[in-house]
């Protein structure tokens, strides 16, 4: 009987490791890219992120140049997919904002350069990695986050995360 109980436990921890991981997923980005002239351009950024599974809809503004993704439920994303899709249209990331279930930021390749937000259903936070912001603003960033030890190490599998809920 307890060698029962004891399995039962262990069937059910494994359970609960996976689903909790499954539920760590972006729900949403708002991409602005940089580079672009005209409509074609905010086509071609439009056309590569729509032709991600993962993508539910994609709508754009060509005033601010942003590109708001919304991701279908159950696919675990990270934001160097937004970034390769951005720069096989040509052009690049001049800031990227997330939205997610809070276990996302749990993951080891999240490092928090702020504080770690309250318990909430969803948080929002900026990828301040060189690459996912301007270059001007990451030399800007690199000066506030100098105490960050992995932070200037351009480390594409990490991504430096601000919480801005």
């Known amino acids: 009987m ?18 909790l991981k499954s539920n760590a997923q972006i729900v949403k980005a ?3 890219a940089t580079g672009l002239t005209c409509s074609m351009c905010s086509n071609a950024i439009n056309k590569q992120l729509k032709s991600m599974p993962e993508v539910a809809n994609v709508e754009t503004d060509l005033n601010t140049n942003t590109f708001t993704v919304t991701l279908n439920e159950g696919y675990n994303l990270s934001p160097k997919s937004f970034k390769d899709k951005v720069e096989n249209a040509g ?14 930021i749990t993951q080891s390749t999240y490092i928090l350069v702020s504080d770690k937000p309250d318990n909430m259903n969803e948080i929002q936070f900026q990828v301040v990695d060189k690459g996912y912001v301007t270059e001007k603003e990451f030399k800007k960033l690199s000066k506030s986050y ?3 030890e992995t932070y200037a190490s351009n480390n594409e599998d990490d991504f430096h995360i601000k919480i801005l809920n």
């Not at 029962?4 to 996976?18: E, R």
């Not at 990331?93 to 279930?101: D, P, R, V, Y």
């Open 91 to 104: 052009f690049f990331i001049g800031s990227l904002i997330i939205t997610a279930k809070p276990e996302t």
């Open 146 to 148: 100098k105490s960050v």
């Open 30 to 32: 708002e991409i602005r």
């Open 2 to 19: 307890k060698k029962i109980n004891k399995t039962y436990i262990l069937v059910a921890s494994i359970i609960l490791m996976f689903s």
